[in-house]
C-alpha cells in the first residue's frame, strides 16, 4: 500500500492497488471513495479542486432535478435527465481546455455547466421559446442535437478544420451506446481515423439505448470497436470523476498533438428515464437499479473527501444550500420566459439577407396578421 500526499486537514488518503477484477476499466476511485492506482492515468488535484469536482455534481444534479420537476408541472415540453451520468459528464467537461469544442447530445447538462452555459438556456430550449440561446463560437459548446449520432460527423468535420487551419485544440464529441450502431458514428470513425483528425469520441454506455440493452446492440466491448477503425479505446468507469478526469485529459492531449482520434468509453448507468416520456420500470428491473445506486458518483465523491478530511460537514452543506438557491433561480427565470412572436422564426436562418427566405417570411408574416387577436 502506498498513500497520496496529505489533503487539507493534514490526514492521508489511503491509495490501493488497482484490483485485478475488472483490468479492463479505468477506475482512480472505488465506490467506496478509496484511492486506488492505476498504471496509466493517475490524477493529483490540490483540496479546492476535489471540492470543486464534489460542488459540480451536486449542482448538475440538482439542476436536472429542477429540470425534470418543471416538466412534470408543465412549465416544459420535455426534459432528458442525466441522473448518475454526473461524473462523466463533470470529469470530462472540466479536463477541457478554453481551445477544446465540445458537440453534445441533448443530455450533456453537466458538460454544458462546465462551459459556463446558463442552465436557462438548456430550459429554454425544452420549454420550445429558444433553439438554444447561448452563443457556440463563445463557449466552443455547440447547440444540443436531437438526430442521434449526427453530431459525432460534425464534430470530425469540425476537426478536420481545425487541422488544416493550424489551430490550437482539440474536439470532443458525445453521444450514448445506442448512438454507437448508427450509421453516423461508424462514418465518423472512419473520417477520423484516415484524416488523422484531432477528435475524441466520447460514449457514455449508461447501460440502455431507451429500452435497449448493450447486449441487444454488440457483442463486444465498446471501446474495443476503435481498434477496427485504427485508432485506441479505452474504458473508463464512467461513476468516477477523478478516473474520466485523467482519462479526457489524455485523450484530448492525445488528439492534440497530432495523434488522431480516441474513443473513450464512459461505463455508467442512467438512473432515471430516458427522457421525461419514458418508464424505465417496463423494461429494467428494481434490483439492476439498487445495484447501480450504489456506485452513485456523488456519494463515492462525498466519501473520499471525508475520508481525506478534504472538506467538513459545513462544506456538504453549504453545496447543497447553494443548490437550492440555483434551482430557485433558474426556475423563476424559466417560468418567466415569455414566447416568442411565430415570424421570428425566420431570424436567424442565414446570416445575411435571402431573397426566398425574405419572401417566405412575408408570406407567413401575413398569414398570420390575418388571424384575429394574433399578437
Excluded at 160 to 174: P, S
Aim: net charge negative; hydrophobic share 40%.
Amino acid at each position: 500500500m502506498v498513500t497520496s500526499r496529505k489533503g487539507a486537514g493534514g490526514k492521508t488518503a489511503a491509495k490501493k492497488k488497482a484490483g485485478a477484477t475488472n483490468p479492463d476499466l479505468v477506475q482512480l476511485l472505488t465506490p467506496e471513495g478509496d484511492l486506488v492506482e492505476h498504471p496509466e492515468y493517475s490524477i493529483d488535484l490540490t483540496p479546492e479542486e476535489y471540492r470543486g469536482l464534489y460542488r459540480d455534481m451536486v449542482l448538475v444534479r440538482r439542476i436536472d432535478a429542477e429540470g425534470t420537476a418543471l416538466q412534470r408541472q408543465g412549465e416544459l415540453g420535455l426534459w432528458a435527465p442525466l441522473l448518475g451520468q454526473e461524473a462523466a459528464q463533470v470529469g470530462s467537461g472540466r479536463a477541457q481546455t478554453a481551445e477544446d469544442y465540445a458537440f453534445p447530445t441533448y443530455r450533456e447538462h453537466g458538460v454544458a455547466w462546465c462551459r459556463d452555459v446558463d442552465p436557462v438556456n438548456l430550459l429554454g430550449m425544452f420549454r420550445g421559446v429558444n433553439n438554444g440561446g447561448w452563443d457556440p463560437n463563445e463557449k466552443n459548446f455547440h447547440l444540443y442535437t436531437i438526430v442521434i449520432g449526427s453530431q459525432t460527423l460534425h464534430a470530425t468535420g469540425y476537426a478536420m478544420g481545425m487541422q488544416r487551419d493550424g489551430r490550437e485544440g482539440a474536439v470532443i464529441a458525445y453521444f450514448g451506446d445506442g448512438a454507437s450502431s448508427q450509421g453516423d458514428v461508424n462514418e465518423a470513425f472512419v473520417f477520423a481515423s484516415v484524416n488523422n483528425a484531432p477528435v475524441v469520441f466520447f460514449c457514455q454506455n449508461n447501460q440502455w439505448a431507451i429500452s435497449e440493452p448493450n447486449e441487444r446492440q454488440f457483442r463486444v466491448p465498446l471501446y474495443q470497436r476503435a481498434a477496427g477503425f485504427g485508432f485506441p479505446g479505452v474504458r473508463v468507469d464512467g461513476n468516477d470523476v477523478l478516473a474520466c478526469l485523467a482519462v479526457t485529459r489524455a485523450a484530448l492531449e492525445h488528439a492534440r498533438s497530432g495523434n488522431g482520434p480516441m474513443l473513450v468509453e464512459a461505463f455508467t448507468y442512467r438512473m432515471g428515464a430516458h427522457t421525461t416520456t419514458d418508464d424505465p420500470t417496463r423494461y429494467r428491473s428494481a434490483d439492476e437499479l439498487e445495484e447501480w445506486k450504489a456506485k452513485d458518483p456523488i456519494m463515492r465523491m462525498r466519501a473520499f473527501l471525508e475520508k481525506s478530511d478534504n472538506a467538513d460537514e459545513a462544506f456538504f452543506k453549504e453545496v447543497d444550500a447553494e443548490a437550492d438557491a440555483v434551482a430557485a433561480d433558474i426556475r423563476a427565470r424559466c417560468v418567466a420566459m415569455t414566447d416568442p412572436q411565430p415570424i421570428s422564426i425566420f431570424d436567424h436562418v442565414y446570416a445575411e439577407p435571402h431573397p426566398l427566405m425574405d419572401e417566405e417570411r412575408a408570406e407567413y408574416g401575413a398569414y398570420w396578421e390575418s388571424f384575429e387577436g394574433a399578437h
